[in-house]
């Protein structure tokens, strides 16, 4: 049962991740109601991001090597380091800073308070709104070509902001590009890029900290079955989702967040699930 539960779970991480609804709330809540009704755990979900983000090197692969390129042969002093490639490779670095230093000195609260399900539904529902005000009222007219360090360094608090369950890590940036007045696509993409280096990071520490046990109430061998669907699902949702925001708002996402949060609420009144 638990290797369905793995499977059920890589579908949820990799239909999430990139949407602006909170992947970890997701396979929070989504494991109160499988049969074993327990909490996937922090590692759990930071092993099956390795997945999802993979799916991004793929997806965004030339963009992701010339920006490598470009920004290593600025370090050697072969090209300006006011090159576009150069100036986003900076910018991702920059932007990586806040989720680094706040998830290693958060990194107690991370596992356990910042869990309850009670946050993650409030999490949820604010942030919605959040994102409707930024959707409805940023000015939606800078390309990614005029980011700041400035800029770069907001983006990377309100990345961090998804530390706590429910935020979303694209969710955060993407507010947080659309109130300083970048467009729908030019948040996203970001958003995208910007996750990279902090998802593989945790990732990776998670896997190392879990090899030869347990991520949470799953093997190790389950755990990276599910990484490999979430995988294979998110390739397919980046490009229908950088599709669906050049041409719609984002008042899908915002009343599904209000709905679930909502949901959750009841549940954890009721006493269906435990908080």
């Known amino acids: 049962m638990q290797w369905i539960e793995a499977i059920i779970l890589g579908l949820v991480q990799g ?4 949407l602006p609804i909170s992947s970890s709330a997701h396979l929070r809540i989504v494991g109160e109601f499988l049969p074993g009704a327990q909490d996937p755990g922090a590692a759990f979900t930071a092993i099956t991001q390795l997945g999802t983000e993979a799916a991004v090197l793929v997806y965004f692969w030339r963009d992701i090597i010339r920006i490598l390129k470009a920004w290593f042969s600025a370090v050697a002093g072969r090209i300006p380091h006011s090159d576009p490639d150069v100036r986003m490779g900076w910018m991702i670095i920059v932007g990586t800073i806040p989720i680094v230093v ?3 000195l958060l990194e107690d609260l991370i596992v356990s308070v910042f869990r309850t ?3 993650v539904a409030t999490m949820l529902i604010v942030f919605a709104f959040l994102l409707a005000v930024a959707d409805h009222y940023g000015k939606q007219k800078k390309p990614l ?3 700041t360090v400035r800029d770069g360094i ?3 608090f309100a990345q961090a902001m998804a530390l706590i369950p429910g935020v979303s890590r694209s969710g955060g940036t993407i507010t947080a590009g659309l109130l300083m007045g970048y467009t729908r696509e030019a948040a996203a993409r970001y958003s995208f890029l910007l996750a990279i280096p902090a998802v593989f990071g945790s990732g990776f ?4 900290g879990a090899i030869g046990e347990q991520s949470g109430p799953y093997t190790m061998s389950q755990t990276l079955l599910a990484t490999a669907v979430g995988f294979a699902v998110a390739y397919v949702i980046i490009g229908w989702f950088l599709s669906y925001v050049s041409k719609y708002s984002y008042t899908l996402f915002v009343n599904y967040r209000i709905l679930l949060g909502l949901f959750v609420y009841i549940m954890l009144g009721f006493g269906i699930i435990n908080a």
């Open 15 to 18: 239909l999430t991740e990139f």
């Open 102 to 104: 706040l998830g290693l």
């Open 117 to 119: 399900l009670w946050l």
């Open 145 to 147: 070509e005029e980011l």
């Open 154 to 156: 907001l983006y990377g």
């Open 205 to 208: 520490y998670k896997l190392f």
